[in-house]
């Protein structure tokens, strides 16, 4: 029960990720409706999800020994990775 709900938790942050660093993906599905929010805050909130992330991947390797959730850690931690990248290209840290 708890992999369920921790595996949504997972994708639910995957969509806030993807509506905060790509808004232009989601304009043809909401027209006009784009975050403006400022850099460092936009960096604030990566961090955080980062932090979430890590957090709900190493919970689940702990909790569950398969390989099935090495590959959450892994994809969190490569996502936290992206974003760090993203921020420090851009200057913003």
Known sequence: MSLII???????IMFIYLFLFFPN???????G???NIPGTLQALIGLILIY????IGYHLVRLYP?????VF???AIGIG???VIRFIRRGRF
């Open 6 to 12: 921790l595996a949504l938790l997972f994708i639910i």
């Open 33 to 35: 409706f784009v975050l």
């Open 73 to 75: 850690k892994i994809f």
């Open 66 to 70: 398969p390989e099935a959730p090495i």
């Open 52 to 55: 979430i992330m890590i957090a």
């Open 81 to 83: 990775a992206v974003i």
């Open 25 to 31: 993906s989601f304009n043809q599905i909401l027209r």
